[in-house]
């Protein structure tokens, strides 16, 4: 059970009140934890949710509204805004301090309530549909195209799942296995013969995205083709969190105007993937485009250009952003830490003198130190801080209520920082705990840690992330080495390093 919602068990004790005025004054144990720090519940709001859970359970008091900043909606939302959008990590800081661990505030003209503790959110992700739904900013929205799975409602939410999922299943992996190790091996191979420094956060986006585009649409990108999309998606995705006013040079202006050109060229790919179509028919299992082709709507109707391009450009998007960026806060880790690239290697000499040279599916699935430094990355530096939703009806999170209509943010990264398992320890780097002492996987994982979400709506491609992650590491481990010029650069909002990780590979 997590720290805080130990905390808000152990001081109702209700038959000791009489009243709830008596239960308010008195004093509150000094057991209190909040992300697994000691503390004498000195934030008002651990205070107020305290005596609410007892008031709810006990003397039918009403939940109240969290504490926070979202008062006067237009003043704040646009001074939230600008301090959200130009100072990130001191933005939820700032308020967790004030507030306690969850409050309302109001960012992008949204009125929203964080919520970080993890029985609550692994309970609000599982509740979509029913009590929460997603609900992404505007500028995302937008971005994304009425017809994305990420923003789409009940109905059609659960259709395009039971399209899309699959070409996510463990065998349609297996299918995908050659691709990723020609890429990876290919960009490993040009990485290192690089004159120039590489950017690696670009790099590595640049490697997921290749293999989204060749796994997913089945059509091979020319060399132009690629290089133009991979830039104009990184100008789109500057513009996925700001003011959804598209102003010609703003972040959202630039971003609207790349989609365009995005499209145009997933335009060019659907006619392709429609020609091959026929033969690919009996070559097998369907890639993620070939069954969006095939897909009917609940009319019996195929899929519209429109939708067709809004839906591959949702999965090249949400293909290559996060598993690139994931796999460039690794290879800072692997630096700082040379133990821990010692024992990936020496994992490597295991597996090679267990398997064989050649990297195969149950290769992948046989390397836990791998897989533990890939974790224990999401833990750390999770990529996805929150997820949004929207209340489909008035909701009480921890004896506090959230109006309908109200925005969501279920912070993951948060949650799983605040892992009671972990918590002596929690801010420093440590593989290992997430192995047994005999190296093998933790038998049971830790509650809390959802880097890919959860419920209906968890990650599509979490298989192929790993997968691409552990045959990207276990390359890097047999054969070469990474030279960051500055391990410890900082990362705006956590997912961007800011001079985008210049550094050099070399073979070994
Ligand atoms: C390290 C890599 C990745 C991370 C951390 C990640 C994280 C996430 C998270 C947190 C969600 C849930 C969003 C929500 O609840 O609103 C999600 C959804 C999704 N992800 Fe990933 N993802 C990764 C890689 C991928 C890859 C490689 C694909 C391949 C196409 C992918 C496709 C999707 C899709 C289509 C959804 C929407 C699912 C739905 O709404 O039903 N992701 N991802």
Redesign the pocket.
Same mark, same amino acid.
């Not at 209906?456 to 979490?462: H, T």
């Given at each position: 059970m997590s720290a805080m919602s130990m905390a808000f068990e152990t001081p109702v004790q209700p038959l000791q009140f009489t009243s709830l005025r008596q239960f308010q004054r008195s004093p509150l144990p000094a057991t209190t934890t909040v992300s697994g720090r000691q503390d004498n519940c000195k934030h008002a709001t651990e205070r107020r949710m305290v005596c609410c859970r007892a008031a709810t359970s006990e003397l039918s008091v009403k939940p109240i509204v969290p504490q926070g900043d979202m008062d006067i909606p237009l003043i704040t939302s646009l001074m939230n805004t600008v301090e959200w959008l130009t100072d990130y990590n001191n933005f939820y800081e700032k308020r967790f301090a004030k507030f306690g661990p969850m409050f309302k505030t109001n960012v992008l003209f949204n009125p929203m309530v964080v919520v970080t503790d993890e029985t609550e959110v692994e309970r609000l992700?599982k509740a979509e549909h029913k009590l929460v739904e997603?609900a992404w900013p505007t500028s995302m929205r937008n971005l994304l195209g009425p017809n994305s799975?990420?923003t789409a409602g009940k109905k059609g939410?659960k259709q395009q799942?039971q399209i899309l999922s699959q070409a996510f299943t463990d065998a349609a992996m297996r299918e995908y296995l050659p691709t990723i190790m020609a890429v990876a091996t290919h960009t490993l191979e040009q990485w290192a013969d690089s004159t120039e420094p590489l950017q690696f956060y670009s790099a590595a986006r640049a490697f997921a995205f290749d293999i989204?585009a060749t796994v997913?649409t089945g059509v091979r990108f020319d060399g132009d083709r690629l290089t133009r999309m991979r830039e104009q998606f990184e100008v789109y995705s500057n513009g996925l969190f700001s003011v959804p006013i598209a102003i010609p040079g703003t972040p959202y202006g630039k971003a609207i105007n790349a989609r365009k050109i995005i499209l145009d060229d997933i335009e060019q790919l659907i006619l392709a993937a429609k020609e091959q179509n026929e033969s690919a028919h009996s070559s097998g299992r369907k890639n993620a485009m070939q069954m969006l082709l095939e897909a009917k709507d609940e009319d019996g109707a195929m899929l519209t250009m429109d939708q067709l391009k809004d839906q591959v450009l949702?999965?090249l998007f949400?293909?290559h952003e996060?598993?690139g960026a994931?796999l460039s806060r690794v290879l800072p880790e692997l630096q700082k830490n040379p133990e821990i690239l010692t024992q990936l290697r020496a994992e490597q000499d295991r597996v090679i003198n267990r398997h064989g040279d050649s990297i195969t599916y149950d290769v992948l699935e046989d390397m836990p130190y791998a897989d533990a430094i890939i974790k224990e990355v &999401?833990r750390l530096h999770g990529?996805?801080d929150g997820?949004w939703r929207q209340a489909l009806e008035d909701i009480t999170v921890q004896g506090h209520s959230i109006r309908k209509g109200w925005t969501v943010q279920l912070m993951?990264k948060r949650a799983g920082l605040a892992v009671e398992d972990f918590k002596e320890d929690a801010t420093e780097f440590k593989p290992a705990r997430w192995l047994e002492s005999d190296g093998q996987p933790l038998k049971t994982s830790p509650r809390g840690f959802m880097?890919?979400?959860g419920g209906?709506?968890?990650?599509?491609? &979490?298989l192929?992330?790993k997968m691409e992650m552990r045959a990207l590491l276990a390359l890097l481990a047999r054969g070469y080495c990474v030279e960051l010029d500055d391990p410890n650069e900082f990362w705006f909002q956590g997912f961007k390093p800011v001079n985008g990780l210049p550094g050099r590979v070399y073979k070994h």
């Open positions: 992700l997603s799975i990420l939410h799942r989204a997913l949702t999965q949400a293909g996060t598993t994931t &999401m990529i996805v997820v993951v880097p890919f979400g209906p709506r968890i990650c599509l491609g &979490m192929l992330a």
